[in-house]
């Protein structure tokens, strides 16, 4: 399943940012040797802080499985910025109906041996329907991703082959990188679904995976009182209130530390 | 982000009542809107440029109750990447005390705000408004988003190429690639020909004519042409 988090609702899924960050690390730092700055484990650069949206693919128990940024070409973005060597030196397409994906990731360690939906394969396919369908509800026709040689194959083979490339393939570090174009019509989002077998609407609702990173209460917690407190926590609108929402859930539940997951962000 | 402290109303500069609100009210009219806003901020300049085709006496209650400052449809659709459902700011503190009042004046309670991000980190904001039953309001924004997306970022670039400095700044920067495209297209080769030619799918051509329009500020490609032979970017034909 998939989720979006923005400048909109991230004060409800830290827990699930920071651990998107994570996995950055290991994989664009450890697997493939780019140039980034990790900090405390976590890879966040300069556009993390320009509010871009993430698309974020979870597992069944709501674990971080995949990830990818995206950003509007109107304005900053990696491809503008900082990605001169795969460019050329060119400026960069800039269009209201594209937007650009950067950081596309996917968690081979989690999903290495895993069968079904937890494959490398399936969660490939199911976050780059996932950018699409996202994309196209909000007028996007077309994404230019920046993936490695890699991840370009694994395109190719799940019957996602960009329809075209911009500049040339650069040195990035150990591995090298490209910017292909990815077009979201109904063809192409029909197509990845029928190969990887995705079925029905991949979007988990924000209630859902809010309530589910609430730390549960005490089982022996008055059941109105548990309610009342489930719905303090997820219905908060800022990470602060979240914070006191779950303080006091704990402090009426007696557990003063099982609410520590929250925090981490 | 600079604060919504004093906002321009540019329908009331001459260029802005025929340029402008006009723009505007035509988006309406073609799309089956009722109103239309445009919100900016220039960090270069820090002003704060607006217009709309909101009836008078709604623009002077909203300015006299300083909604800017409060406005989730300003505040918060900023932030995001994707066009915001007002939907999805019922949440918001301010939505309520603009919402509400809103309600008195008979307008609509469906709409879209289109944020812009320009590239030297001036916003723009485009909102629509409906006063459709819900699932026709989801209908037609299905229909109209990615002309919605489109005129946003047109509306804006020209605001902002309306001030001399982001002008000279924002300058058309086309790749040689774009200029190659443009420059076929120009010679009367159609996207399909360009495609032979270069040896590129028919939808990198078009991506890359569609990227050189809105960098143009055109919006169609016959005017972009225009444009660029002007700028001294491609040769006639």
Redesign the interface.
């Known amino acids: 399943m998939l989720l979006v988090v ?3 609702n991230k004060h409800r899924f830290g827990a699930i940012l920071d651990e998107m960050y994570q996995l950055r690390a290991r994989v664009f730092q450890d697997r493939m040797g780019w140039d980034v700055n990790v900090h405390n484990g976590r890879e966040i650069d300069l556009f993390d802080g320009l ?3 993430y698309v974020i693919t979870l597992n069944d128990s709501y674990g971080v499985t995949g990830c990818a940024r ?7 973005h990696m491809l ?1 910025d900082v990605f001169f060597d795969i ?1 050329d030196g ?10 650009e994906s950067t950081r596309f990731c996917v968690d081979r360690q989690r999903l290495s041996g895993g069968h079904g939906k937890n494959t490398v394969s399936y969660t490939t396919s199911e976050l780059m329907v996932g950018i699409m369908e ?1 994309a196209k ?6 994404i230019i991703t920046v993936i490695d040689p890699l991840m370009d194959r694994i395109l190719h083979r799940s019957d996602n082959a960009p ?2 490339y ?1 500049g040339k393939t650069a040195d990035m570090g150990k591995v090298k990188a490209l910017a292909a ?1 990815i ?1 979201c019509s109904d063809q192409r989002i029909s197509k990845v679904r029928a190969f990887a077998g995705i079925d029905g609407d991949i979007f988990a609702p924000e209630e859902e995976v809010a309530a589910a990173l609430a730390p549960t209460p005490d089982a022996a917690m008055n059941p109105e009182l548990k309610t009342y407190m489930r719905d303090q926590i997820t ?1 908060a ?1 800022t990470e602060r209130e979240r914070a006191a929402a779950i303080a006091l859930q704990n402090a009426l539940s007696g557990a003063a530390t099982s609410g520590s997951r929250a925090f981490d962000a | 982000m600079t604060p919504y402290t004093s906002l321009i109303d540019l329908a009331k500069t001459p260029k802005g009542q025929t340029d402008f609100v006009q723009q505007l009210s035509a988006v309406c009219d073609t799309l089956g809107l009722d109103y239309a806003s445009y919100a900016s901020t220039n960090p270069i300049s820090g002003k704060v440029h607006a217009f709309t085709t909101y009836p008078d006496a709604w623009k002077e209650h909203y300015m006299g109750e300083r909604f800017h400052l409060v406005d989730p449809t300003l505040k918060a659709a900023s932030r995001s990447i994707a066009p915001v459902d007002w939907q999805r700011l019922r949440q918001d503190p301010g939505f309520q005390s603009v919402f509400h009042r809103a309600r008195d004046f008979s307008l609509p309670q469906s709409g879209l705000t289109v944020p812009v991000r320009g590239p030297f980190g001036d916003t723009g904001l485009l909102s629509v408004t409906s006063d459709l039953t819900t699932p026709d309001w989801i209908k037609l924004k299905g229909q109209v988003i990615q002309q919605v997306q489109t005129l946003a970022v047109n509306l804006h670039d020209t605001v902002m190429h309306s001030e001399r400095l982001s002008y000279l700044l924002g300058r058309a920067t086309l790749s040689a690639r774009e200029v190659e495209i443009l420059q076929w297209i120009a010679a009367g080769k159609s996207q399909q020909d360009v495609a032979d030619i270069l040896s590129i799918s028919v939808r990198t051509v078009e991506v890359h004519i569609r990227s050189s329009r809105e960098k143009l500020c055109a919006l169609t490609t016959a005017q972009a042409v225009g444009r660029a032979v002007s700028l001294g970017l491609i040769t006639p034909g």
Do not use: H, N
């Open positions: 923005d400048a909109l509010d871009p949206a995206l950003l509007q070409t109107t304005g900053p503008s460019l060119e400026p960069p397409l800039r269009s209201a109906t594209v937007w996202y509800s909000a007028g996007i026709a077309d329809y075209g911009v174009l077009d219905s609108e």
